[in-house]
Structures are given as C-alpha cells and as structure tokens.
C-alpha cells in the first residue's frame, strides 16, 4: 500500500499534463451544467458563415447618384414657424392715433365745403352768373 499524504492537493482543471489538456468553463454558464468542465476536449461552437451586411437605401441611392442615374431629389420646403400668441394692442388709446383721426374728421368734412364753395365763386367771378338771392319774388311777409 501506497501511504497517502494530506498535504497534496488534487489537480487544478487548468493543469496540463502530457497526455490531457482541460478546460476551464466559466461558471454557472449553461456549459457548465453539462459536465463540459472535466471534458478532455473543448466545446464545439458552429458559428453561421460571414455574410457582407446589406447596403442602406442611402447607399444604394448614393451609388446610383454617383454613377448619373438618378437625378437629385427636390427640395422640401418647411411650413413657416408659427409665431407666439401675442395680445392686441388697442392703438386707438394712443396719441398719435387721435390726431390722425382728427385730421381724417377735418378732411372729411372740409372738402365736400371747399369743394362746392370754389365751384360757385368761379361761375360768379370768372363766369358771370348772378349771385342767387332767394325770396326777392315774394312780398315782404313784415309789410302786410
């Protein structure tokens, strides 16, 4: 019989002899659960063959453009910014609003006036029209 002693550990999974290489499977993953830590060899991963990734529409569109096949798209024009509600303003408060007011008040009334008054001078006084008097025809009313 063989004594055994206390003091030896067991081998380590990382240890490697000549005849066995283990590995070390990180844990609690799934490979773990399988026993894949004691295997003599590593576990198998197939990956899926590389595919080059699909070219964007912009791509596409970029090399059509380059090339002369597609003309450019037209611009967009954006709606205008609407613009914050602001309140009205009463402007007939302001100063400057009566007095053109006033002024509009005299020209209304004053011109139909200055109109109609030149008219009549100028057929009394370049003309020669009579100045109407109203009344001459009929007796004095104070006189009877």
Known sequence: MQPTSSNTAPPSPTTTSTTTRRFRVP??????ANN?????????????????PQRTPVQIIGARRASGSVRPAPTVRLPPRPRPAVAPVNI??????????????????ALPVAIVTSYVLYQRVIVGEERKVLGRDTPDVRTI
């Open 92 to 109: 007939t408060a302001t100063p400057r609003y009566r007095a053109a007011e006033k002024n509009i008040r005299v020209a209304i009334v």
């Open 36 to 52: 894949y830590a004691d295997s003599t060899h590593p576990p198998s991963f197939s990956l899926p063959p590389f595919l080059p």
């Open 27 to 32: 844990h609690g993953s799934a490979s773990n």
